[in-house]
Nanobody, 119 residues
Framework: QVQLVESGGGLVQPGGSLKLSCATS????????IAWFRQAPGKEREMVSC???????RDGAFVEGRFTISRDNSKLTVDLQMNGLKPEDTAIYYC?????????????WGQGTQVTVSA
Protein backbone atom coordinates (compact mmCIF):
# COMPACT_ATOMS: atom_id res chain seq x y z
CA GLN A 1 0.00 0.00 0.00
CA VAL A 2 1.44 3.31 -1.12
CA GLN A 3 1.66 5.91 1.62
CA LEU A 4 2.94 9.48 1.68
CA VAL A 5 2.88 11.28 5.01
CA GLU A 6 3.72 14.96 5.33
CA SER A 7 4.97 16.61 8.49
CA GLY A 8 6.59 19.84 9.61
CA GLY A 9 3.89 22.39 8.93
CA GLY A 10 2.96 25.10 11.37
CA LEU A 11 2.71 28.81 12.06
CA VAL A 12 5.69 30.99 11.22
CA GLN A 13 6.29 34.72 10.99
CA PRO A 14 7.05 36.40 7.65
CA GLY A 15 10.71 35.91 6.79
CA GLY A 16 10.89 32.74 8.83
CA SER A 17 11.70 29.16 7.85
CA LEU A 18 10.05 25.77 7.95
CA LYS A 19 11.18 22.33 6.87
CA LEU A 20 8.54 19.97 5.56
CA SER A 21 9.15 16.26 5.28
CA CYS A 22 7.39 13.60 3.20
CA ALA A 23 7.84 10.05 4.45
CA THR A 24 6.98 7.38 1.91
CA SER A 25 6.38 3.64 1.83
CA UNK A 26 4.83 0.93 -0.32
CA UNK A 27 6.71 1.52 -3.59
CA UNK A 28 10.22 1.56 -5.03
CA UNK A 29 11.17 5.07 -4.03
CA UNK A 30 14.11 5.46 -6.41
CA UNK A 31 11.86 4.79 -9.43
CA UNK A 32 9.57 7.79 -8.96
CA UNK A 33 9.65 11.54 -8.88
CA ILE A 34 8.28 13.16 -5.75
CA ALA A 35 6.76 16.60 -5.84
CA TRP A 36 5.53 19.14 -3.34
CA PHE A 37 2.31 20.96 -4.18
CA ARG A 38 0.32 23.55 -2.32
CA GLN A 39 -3.23 24.78 -2.30
CA ALA A 40 -4.36 28.05 -0.76
CA PRO A 41 -8.02 28.77 0.02
CA GLY A 42 -9.90 29.62 -3.15
CA LYS A 43 -6.93 28.84 -5.38
CA GLU A 44 -5.92 25.92 -7.55
CA ARG A 45 -3.32 23.44 -6.43
CA GLU A 46 0.13 24.33 -7.80
CA MET A 47 3.47 22.58 -7.91
CA VAL A 48 6.04 24.02 -5.55
CA SER A 49 9.01 21.82 -6.30
CA CYS A 50 9.79 18.38 -7.69
CA UNK A 51 12.65 15.92 -7.28
CA UNK A 52 13.33 13.55 -10.16
CA UNK A 53 14.88 10.10 -10.02
CA UNK A 54 18.11 11.39 -11.60
CA UNK A 55 18.54 13.97 -8.85
CA UNK A 56 17.42 16.95 -10.89
CA UNK A 57 14.85 19.33 -9.46
CA ARG A 58 12.40 21.88 -10.74
CA ASP A 59 10.67 24.70 -8.90
CA GLY A 60 7.62 26.83 -9.41
CA ALA A 61 8.41 30.35 -10.61
CA PHE A 62 7.22 31.82 -7.31
CA VAL A 63 9.89 29.93 -5.36
CA GLU A 64 12.57 32.42 -6.45
CA GLY A 65 15.36 30.46 -4.77
CA ARG A 66 13.72 30.49 -1.35
CA PHE A 67 12.89 26.77 -1.17
CA THR A 68 15.11 23.71 -1.55
CA ILE A 69 13.86 20.20 -2.23
CA SER A 70 15.99 17.20 -1.33
CA ARG A 71 15.43 13.47 -1.43
CA ASP A 72 17.03 10.70 0.58
CA ASN A 73 16.81 7.37 -1.22
CA SER A 74 17.94 5.51 1.89
CA LYS A 75 15.36 7.07 4.21
CA LEU A 76 12.63 7.20 1.52
CA THR A 77 11.93 10.83 2.32
CA VAL A 78 11.70 14.09 0.43
CA ASP A 79 12.19 17.31 2.37
CA LEU A 80 11.27 20.85 1.46
CA GLN A 81 13.31 23.52 3.20
CA MET A 82 11.45 26.82 2.99
CA ASN A 83 13.20 30.07 3.83
CA GLY A 84 12.08 33.65 3.48
CA LEU A 85 8.45 32.71 3.89
CA LYS A 86 5.80 35.21 2.87
CA PRO A 87 2.13 35.47 3.85
CA GLU A 88 1.23 34.37 0.33
CA ASP A 89 2.98 31.05 1.01
CA THR A 90 0.14 30.18 3.39
CA ALA A 91 -1.46 26.99 2.10
CA ILE A 92 -1.86 23.30 2.65
CA TYR A 93 1.25 21.57 1.36
CA TYR A 94 1.02 18.10 -0.14
CA CYS A 95 3.58 15.65 -1.41
CA UNK A 96 2.80 13.48 -4.40
CA UNK A 97 4.25 10.52 -6.24
CA UNK A 98 4.69 10.94 -9.98
CA UNK A 99 6.28 9.06 -12.81
CA UNK A 100 8.07 12.23 -13.87
CA UNK A 101 8.08 15.81 -12.67
CA UNK A 102 6.55 16.81 -16.01
CA UNK A 103 3.82 14.18 -15.80
CA UNK A 104 0.30 15.64 -16.21
CA UNK A 105 -1.02 13.86 -13.14
CA UNK A 106 0.15 12.45 -9.84
CA UNK A 107 -0.27 8.83 -8.82
CA UNK A 108 -0.75 9.27 -5.11
CA TRP A 109 -1.09 12.10 -2.59
CA GLY A 110 -0.42 12.61 1.07
CA GLN A 111 -2.98 14.10 3.42
CA GLY A 112 -1.30 17.50 3.53
CA THR A 113 0.23 19.73 6.18
CA GLN A 114 -0.86 23.29 6.92
CA VAL A 115 1.64 26.12 6.60
CA THR A 116 0.55 29.51 7.89
CA VAL A 117 2.74 32.57 7.51
CA SER A 118 1.50 35.40 9.64
CA ALA A 119 2.73 38.02 12.06
Amino acid sequence: QVQLVESGGGLVQPGGSLKLSCATSGFTFADYSIAWFRQAPGKEREMVSCSSTDGSTRDGAFVEGRFTISRDNSKLTVDLQMNGLKPEDTAIYYCARRYYCASPTSLDWGQGTQVTVSA
